[in-house]
């Protein structure tokens, strides 16, 4: 019999029940107890939905509250000093803590870090290694899951991150050190998990090892076969599994290690079966993921068993067929989106789906396609329908790609000249301070555009609510004295969704959530055809609340390739293709905004190093795509309008060029939960432009003391000069209350003022004065002026 599995599942629910069971208990609305009973029910739900589509095994374990990454720092007692953990069994509010900085319980922390999984736009929370770091078993929520799911009748298979993957994507801290002399001892206690599982009857453990799909260091990919030599006793049988990519250098580690199956991703790299048949051993399992785990498109069912017959007949039981990789990726059920356009759901999958298409292919694998003929017919239908649609392909933005010139992607001078024309034009003091766009959007607010969606409130109406919204934003934004405004984007329900309803080409569900961090949930755009502007997006706001202020106001835009990457992307064209459509799109925003008199226009690129490749070998083409796109997208403005950019949780060290390349007159980025770390790839490669790093973390609900925002900016000189600096949050505030939102801004405000006053030098005599990459002068004393913050 060919095994059905699949790796994951989504967690948040269909109705998105965990992040409210969440956002409730944090709040002090509910107790602890009724977050696991929602926890507990979520669980058996998707556990049944999975039996009942024909698995013959469920994933368990890779439920989190938050991230299945920070589930493993627990379980391994990986908990950094400041959160002041000493006990046996390490608590629910203190991984609250770790995650974002606050619970109902424990004094509030800085929380961890947090960065991008692989390629993927979810969110993980970095392990923090000490020198000295011990581990030991410290939680007993896996072995509680799998007693559970047995309990309900359930076969369950554990999951597990590897422990060289664990390492991989863990931080060090207190020194420099080398990650791999922890290995020993975290094995030790992966030994003891495996032994508990075994005593609990588990068959087999799916133990997730996807670095191997990256370039790995030699000295990583030795430790391989050691370590799991190591968990070769007492244990249940292993699959290794790999998702993201092609194993390529990997390949023989993967194929020979110690242990009982393995899976590749034939989705995003069909390429790699017939090495991998040909390296591994004839006893192992081989697991084949097939139905796309990354993206939302149907399954070509009978494209796939063509792929499928001849292996089956060459492994017999040892093939098992699976999702490429878990479903955490997609939205829940399809059978909620009655709404959707009839032809373009048809041609559609969500994670429901996606398992019944595992279990159909291993049926018809079995008992042969009679079996199963009428899936197949539907699926047939499906897909012929999709290949031959004529709201697919248009002609005139085929045409406008190609026929796109050199020219469309350069600004008309270089930064130097266009920052005199920009300073001229805004006379920004020292230390310009801003947000990045969005402020939060109140109860009210969403109940509005609730209402308007469902018919229930009138336009006219509805754009009053928006005005008075935006005329408050802009209000308090003078109130508390920032120097560039935003409108606080008041009519956006998400920043790609916005957009992609006013482009062609672009469809969408009602309830297509998917998890990006904790209890934050995306409803990605569905790209289906080629994209086009039929008119303006964001001018009548942006002039609006220009009207209102003598001061500049930035208009927003959300960049190509961020749109590309957060979208579910259609698969039948280049992404290279797609992104430059959208480019166009913008481009002609962007143009219209300045027309309109908005001078200052920010295009975020929050994704830009999300959707560079796992493997260097590709960087090359993508990045020279996607930087294209993002200059096609500014390239018709005049020197005095101003760019910015905007992008968040990513490393940068190895793409300093690239970003170079954009060729923004500011750019924005993440820095705070680093500790102001990431500027130091700005430092090393000498970046040419303005920057603003984020002075406070707002992805946490602790409001930052004016001295350590002081601190921050103080380290931040001695990366970056002053006169190119800007002062301003990590991100969009739209998530957070306007009660912390105030006195976060205030106080941010008020650093500026103090650094300002400090340094004694306006902003436009800096550049004659001061010798670059020199700390800011501190001719008067400030109190905890001090670059520890």
């Not at 087999?204 to 790995?216: H, T």
């Not at 049926?363 to 012929?384: F, M, Y």
């Not at 000249?417 to 766009?437: F, H, N, V």
């Not at 309830?511 to 303006?536: F, T």
Request: some cysteine; charged content about 25%.
């Amino acid at each position: 019999m060919t095994i059905a599995h699949n790796l994951g599942f989504p967690r948040i629910g269909v109705g998105r029940e965990l992040k409210w069971a969440l956002e409730s208990y944090w709040a002090g609305k509910t107790t602890q107890a009724d977050l696991l009973t929602t926890a507990a029910n979520l669980r058996a739900q998707h556990w049944q939905l999975q039996r009942a589509a024909g698995l013959e095994q469920v994933p368990v374990g890779e439920f989190s509250f938050y991230d299945q990454v920070l589930d493993h720092s627990l379980m391994f007692g990986v908990v950094p000093p400041r959160f002041g953990e000493s006990s046996e069994r390490i608590g629910l509010d203190t991984y609250f803590r770790m995650a974002r900085g606050r619970a109902p319980s424990g004094e509030p922390a800085a929380a961890c870090e947090m960065t991008k999984w692989f390629d993927t736009n979810y969110h993980y929370i970095v392990p923090e290694l000490q020198p000295d770091q011990r581990f030991r078993l410290a939680s007993d929520k896996l072995f509680a899951e799998v007693a559970e799911a047995q309990a309900q009748g359930f076969s369950p298979r554990p999951v597990l991150i590897g422990p060289l993957t664990y390492l991989w994507l863990a931080k060090t801290k207190g020194g420099d050190f080398d990650r791999l002399k922890l290995l020993d001892p975290l094995v030790g206690v992966y030994q003891e998990i495996l032994a508990r599982l075994n005593e609990q009857g588990v068959d087999w453990v799916q133990i997730d090892e996807p670095i191997l799909v990256l370039d790995l260091p030699t000295e990583w990919l030795r430790m391989f076969e050691g370590s799991y030599g190591r968990l070769a006793g007492n244990r249940p049988r292993l699959l290794l599994t790999t998702y993201f990519g092609a194993l390529e250098g990997s390949l023989h580690v993967a194929c020979h290690l110690p242990v009982d199956g393995l899976h590749v991703d034939l989705v995003r790299a069909p390429g790699q079966l017939e090495p991998v048949l040909a390296k591994l051993p004839g006893h192992k399992v081989l697991s084949v993921g097939v139905v796309d785990g990354r993206n939302i498109w149907r399954t070509d069912l009978t494209q796939e068993l063509d792929r499928l017959e001849p292996l089956r007949e060459r492994l017999g039981e040892r093939l098992w067929v699976a999702p490429s990789c878990s479903l955490l990726h997609v939205p829940v059920d399809l059978a909620r989106e009655e709404r959707l356009d009839r032809g373009i759901r048809s041609w559609l999958a969500f994670a429901a789906q996606k398992v019944a298409e595992v279990a159909v292919l291993c049926r018809a694998l079995d008992q042969g396609r009679d079996a199963v003929a009428e899936v197949l017919a539907d699926s047939d239908r499906a897909a012929q329908s999709r290949r031959t649609s004529p709201d697919i392909n248009r002609a005139e933005v085929r045409k406008r790609v190609s026929e796109l010139g050199a020219d469309a992607a350069r600004r008309r001078s270089s930064y130097s000249e266009r920052a005199k024309a920009q300073r001229e034009r805004y006379p920004l003091p020292l230390y310009p301070t801003t947000t990045i766009g969005s402020f939060p959007q109140t109860a009210e607010l969403r109940v509005a555009r609730r209402d308007f969606k469902n018919g229930r409130l009138d336009a006219a109406s509805y754009e009053t609510v928006l005005r008075e919204r935006i005329a408050h934003d802009v209000q308090v934004q003078e109130r508390w004295g920032l120097d560039v405004l935003v409108h606080g984007e008041a009519e956006r329900n998400d920043m790609v969704e916005y957009f992609g309803e006013q482009l062609d080409g672009f469809a969408f569900s009602r309830n297509g959530w998917v998890q990006s961090y904790g209890s934050r949930c995306v409803k990605p755009p569905i790209i289906y055809g080629d994209v086009a502007r039929p008119g303006p997006m964001t001018v009548a706001w942006t002039t609006y609340a220009q009207s209102l202020t003598e001061r500049p106001m930035k208009g927003m835009l959300t960049g190509p390739v961020t749109m590309l990457q957060w979208s579910f992307a259609r698969d039948d064209l280049d992404r290279d293709e797609i992104a430059m459509q959208i480019a166009l799109a913008l481009r002609d925003e962007v143009i219209d905004l300045e027309k309109a008199g908005i001078g200052i226009i920010q295009i975020d690129e929050p994704a830009f190093r999300e959707g560079l490749p796992l493997r260097r070998a590709a960087w090359r083409d993508y990045l020279d795509w996607a930087t294209r796109a993002f200059r096609v997208s500014a390239g018709g403005v005049a020197d005095s309008t101003q760019i910015h950019t905007h992008m968040c949780y990513s490393e940068f060290n190895d793409i300093m060029t690239a970003i170079a390349e954009l060729d923004a007159d500011v750019i924005t980025i993440e820095t705070a939960r680093s500790d102001m770390e990431l500027l130091e790839a700005f430092s090393d490669f000498d970046y040419p432009n303005e920057i603003g790093p984020g002075v406070y973390d707002i992805h946490s609900p602790n409001v930052p003391a004016t001295e350590e925002i002081v601190g921050r900016v103080v380290k931040a000189t001695r990366s970056i000069p002053a006169e190119r600096l800007w002062i301003n949050p990590d991100c969009g505030l739209k998530t957070r209350g306007w009660k912390e939102v105030e006195a976060s801004l205030r106080n941010m405000v008020g650093a500026a003022r103090l650094l300002r006053d400090a340094s004694g030098q306006p902003r436009e005599t800096a550049d004659a004065e001061r010798t670059p990459h020199s700390p800011v002068p501190m001719d008067r004393p400030i109190v905890s002026l001090t670059a520890d913050g």
